[in-house]
Nanobody
Framework: QEQLVESGGGSVQAGGSLRLSCAAS?????MGWFRQAPGKEREFVGV??????????YYAVSVKGRFAISRDNAKNTVYLQMNSLRPEDTAVYYC??????????????????WGQGTQVTVSS
């Protein structure tokens, strides 16, 4: 059973930055990030996928241009760099891993493993 280990959450003022990390025991086809704010459903943040050309990433509209996902394949670790943070980014952030090719994406049902979640709090 895979255990994804997240780290890097915390509290920051609006406009600040945080970087989250998610370490896995092996490489996965897709590594995604999701978040869940209090009283809301979990939502897609972004994903990085492997491909013959090196991989691709895409993001939710709400974070595009502010957040960036990167992957260190040697360490089986994926990062979520969050810049220009806003109070509405406050949530528990989860990483997720999808094993099979062409899975993952924005649909959380396509992911096989999940991290424990890490709290991000942005104050105004």
């Amino acid at each position: 059973q895979e255990q994804l280990v997240e780290s890097g959450g915390g509290s920051v003022q609006a406009g600040g930055s945080l970087r989250l990390s998610c370490a896995a025991s092996r490489r996965y086809y897709a590594m995604g990030w999701f978040r869940q704010a209090p009283g809301k459903e979990r939502e897609f943040v972004g994903v990085t996928t492997l491909s013959w050309s090196g991989g691709s990433t895409y993001y939710a509209v709400s974070v595009k241009g502010r957040f960036a996902i990167s992957r260190d394949n040697a360490k089986n670790t994926v990062y979520l760099q969050m810049n220009s943070l806003r109070p509405e980014d406050t949530a528990v952030y989860y990483c997720a891993a999808a094993s099979r090719a062409n899975t993952g994406g924005s649909d959380e049902r396509q992911y096989d493993y999940w991290g424990q979640g890490t709290q991000v709090t942005v104050s105004s």
